[in-house]
């Protein structure tokens, strides 16, 4: 990655630093900043980054032996990570690292939040498993959770050429199969789509290993699962509210023995959690630490699966599903 910003003095030092910026998000009135920088010939002096009022803070580098198996023995200790904490709210765009290095008087800087407004993971990932689906010939979708409840619906955004599928436990607008995802290769034959995918579905599954499941058996060989919820939400639609799932939770649910492989799982939209009425123990400094409202995964089939999980709903959860 090119670097960015002026050089005091010689400007051809620039086109030997690499750097990338890991995490760079607000966490309350601190920024949580993670990366790494090197030079391809000079070693890093002094790396500091500098808030909007012209304070500089100098950041510590550590070993970093990911990143010198791919650039080489001269990123061997380049990362860094800090908490920035700021008397109001922080701008990113407004932080700038200053990079010194060795034999040279100049500073090398790089504007921390430039490109940091991206896409989130979150909805980055939805799109591609969109565009993955669109790019596909002739292919048959099924959405989970499809009934339009706050009047949105998912069908839209595929091409004209995509057969979409909505199924929902409640009858509803949008809403071609009613039926239980726990069963759903009950309700759809074997085999029968190329894609399905669900939105703030698997949080609310009683059983989402068994639903890893079922999807297999609907899914096509090489066919594409999407799955978006939350790492961090508030109880909602209870007493229907059963899971929440980071980035690692996806490989438990859908691996080799499922019959999956996992092609991307993210976390995103970066939120802060503070206790509500007591602070202390453990819940100090909670709201420094990473949260995130966003959990999402694109997966493949790979093989059918021999693994079974039959229990009905109805012996591990009762009632209806709120409407």
């Not at 970093?64 to 990570?81: E, I, K, Q, T, W």
Request: aromatic share 8%; with cysteine.
């Amino acid at each position: 990655m090119p670097p960015v910003g002026p050089l005091d003095s010689d400007r051809s030092l620039q086109r030997g630093l690499a750097h990338h910026i890991d995490q760079c998000e607000i966490v309350g009135k601190s920024v949580h900043l993670r990366g790494w920088v090197f030079h391809q010939e000079h070693s890093v002096r002094e790396l500091g980054v500098r808030d909007p009022k012209g304070r500089t803070y100098t950041l510590l580098l550590e070993p970093s032996a990911d990143v010198a198996s791919v650039h080489g023995p001269n990123a061997s200790r380049c990362r860094f990570a800090a908490v920035l904490a700021f008397e109001g709210p922080p701008r990113l765009e407004e932080l700038v690292l200053e990079v010194r290095l060795a034999g040279h008087p100049g500073v090398i800087e790089i504007e921390v939040g430039k490109g940091q407004q991206a896409e989130d993971p979150y909805h980055r990932l939805y799109r591609e498993f969109c565009s993955r689906v669109n790019a596909l010939s002739a292919p048959a979708i099924l959405e989970i959770g499809s009934r339009a409840r706050s009047g949105n619906t998912q069908n839209g955004v595929f091409a004209r050429h995509v057969k979409y599928v909505g199924m929902d436990i409640v009858a509803g607008e949008n809403v071609n199969i009613v039926g239980d995802a726990h069963e759903l290769s009950a309700l759809v034959a074997p085999a029968s789509f190329d894609a399905v995918f669900s939105i703030s579905v698997f949080e609310h599954l009683a059983m989402p290993w068994k639903v890893a499941l079922e999807c297999n058996k609907v899914l096509r060989p090489g066919g594409l699962f999407f799955a978006a919820t939350h790492q961090s939400w508030p109880l909602h639609d209870a007493p229907w509210d059963f899971w929440r799932f980071s980035s690692s939770a996806w490989p438990a649910l859908f691996n080799a023995h499922t019959g999956f492989r996992v092609v991307e799982a993210v976390m995103g939209l970066p939120a802060t959690i503070a206790p509500a009425t007591f602070l202390g123990g453990a819940t100090i400094g909670l709201e420094t630490q990473p949260a995130y409202l966003g959990s999402a995964v694109i997966v493949e089939k790979v093989s059918e699966t021999a693994l079974a999980w039959p229990v009905p709903l109805t012996m591990v959860s009762s009632g209806l599903y709120p409407k």
